[in-house]
């Protein structure tokens, strides 16, 4: 059975103090990774596809990595507008649409 | 409208009534997902339809019942529902393909059964 694990549950950073969060997977297969943003009342909100190990992708203060057992999401210099809920979610190559989600990272970023 | 778009944003029924929850997305996609959100537990994937048919229901109640008119538009029917179906029901789209295709969320209906 395919599963996420996300760490740390909750991470509160002052303003400026660069972190990263951990998904840690595990899948069969994997078609892709996928990053997405929460915030409260709203629906996830896309960031980044991550098909391969090795592979990087950038997006103003935020970088996400994989390597064949887990994703990072590096925020450098974070600012209040980063506070949100981030989700890491895997898709598996062998179960088509069957996208397994984490529980989430909640960031709490103070000025 | 862009995006995904879920009417009513909240909603409060009792356990003997009906409701249904509406979905319509203006992405051109052809995949439609209902996910169900509570809290402290990671998004659980309720029904999928590609191009209408539906190709995925992950053991849901029956008291749950989807319809999927077109490829655009998507329900959610409710009957009879229990205090612990409570929760924040998303809608997604995507691309069906051989890519793995990020679903497009939209804002969700939050449901309280009293």
């Known amino acids: 059975e395919d599963q996420v694990t996300q760490s740390p549950e909750a991470l509160r950073l002052q303003e400026g103090e660069s972190s990263s969060l951990n998904c840690s997977y595990t899948?069969?297969?994997?078609?892709?990774l996928f990053w997405y943003r929460q915030d409260p009342g709203k629906g996830p909100e896309f960031l980044f596809t991550?098909?391969?190990a090795g592979e990087e992708k950038e997006k103003e203060r935020l970088k996400a990595t994989l390597t064949k057992k887990e994703s990072f999401l590096h925020i450098t210099a974070p600012k209040p507008e980063d506070s949100a809920t981030y989700l890491c979610?895997?898709?598996?190559?062998?179960?088509?649409?069957?996208?397994?989600f984490g529980t989430g990272t909640k960031l709490q970023v103070i000025p | 409208e862009t995006g995904v778009t879920q009417t009513p944003r909240h909603l409060v029924m009792g356990m003997t009534n009906k409701k249904s929850l509406k979905c319509e997305q203006h992405?051109?996609?052809?995949?439609m997902y209902w996910y169900k959100q509570s809290a402290k537990k990671p998004l659980e994937l309720m029904f999928v339809?590609?191009?209408?048919?539906?190709?995925e229901n992950n053991s849901v109640p029956s008291r749950f019942s989807p319809e999927c008119p077109n490829s655009s538009h998507l329900f959610l029917h409710l009957h009879t529902l229990q205090p612990e179906d409570s929760a924040l029901y998303l809608c997604?789209?995507?691309?069906?393909?051989?890519?793995?295709?990020?679903?497009?969320f939209g804002n969700g209906t939050r449901l309280t059964v009293t």
């Open positions: 997604a789209s995507s691309s069906k393909g051989s890519d793995a295709s990020p679903l497009h």
């Open positions: 899948v069969s297969g994997l078609r892709g």
């Open positions: 991550l098909y391969s």
């Open positions: 979610a895997v898709h598996p190559s062998g179960g088509y649409q069957k996208v397994t």
């Open positions: 992405l051109g996609h052809n995949a």
């Open positions: 339809y590609n191009f209408k048919e539906q190709t």
